[in-house]
């Protein structure tokens, strides 16, 4: 694991769902994040992550949103979302997360049947929860070995080269 600030330029590098999310948050952590995406912005490094992710993402935005308004723990605000679709169409700031990560120089890559398949094989392997096992998957379809999380989970996976923020 190394830290995010040292991924080299020119790299390319898949971001995991934590990255866009700290991007939004105060502090050194989310500075970080922030600047990785910059640089991803302005071609430094070229970026990529997967549908899924982004879906993930949008869905963390909207609960994030929700739970400012609702002061309410995570798991009651999803509970709330769920009996409470009114409130859900209320809710904004999750409609422009795709469209923010195009436009940020991300590419969004697919999730093929192939790497679902591909991704049993991580989860029995290394432990890896499902979409953890599919970020894998995803990167070595497409030939990705750098990561950008804040999930040192995957620094046990061969092959893949680790870049955390607050390293």
């Known amino acids: 694991m190394k830290p ?11 971001i995991d769902a934590n990255i866009f999310v700290l991007a939004g948050s105060s502090g050194p952590i989310g500075q970080q994040c922030l600047d990785l995406l910059d640089r991803a912005r302005y071609g430094r490094v070229q970026g990529f992550t997967a549908a899924f992710v982004v879906a993930e993402v949008t869905h963390r935005v909207m609960v994030n949103e929700a739970r400012q308004q609702l002061q309410r723990s995570a798991r009651e605000t999803v509970e709330y979302l769920q009996q409470n679709p009114a409130f859900v169409r209320s809710l904004t700031r999750h409609l422009t997360v795709a469209s923010d990560i195009g436009k940020a120089g ?4 697919p999730l093929t049947v192939k790497d679902l398949h591909a991704s049993k094989a991580y989860r029995r392997d290394y432990g890896l929860l499902t979409n953890d096992s599919l970020i894998v998957a995803v990167m070595r379809h497409q030939k990705l070995r750098h990561l950008a999380s ?6 046990r996976i061969t092959g893949l080269q680790l870049w955390n923020p607050g390293s």
């Open 4 to 14: 995010l600030a040292q991924l080299p330029d020119d790299a390319a590098v898949f």
């Open 106 to 109: 991300i590419d969004i890559l």
């Open 150 to 155: 804040h999930d040192g989970g995957f620094a």
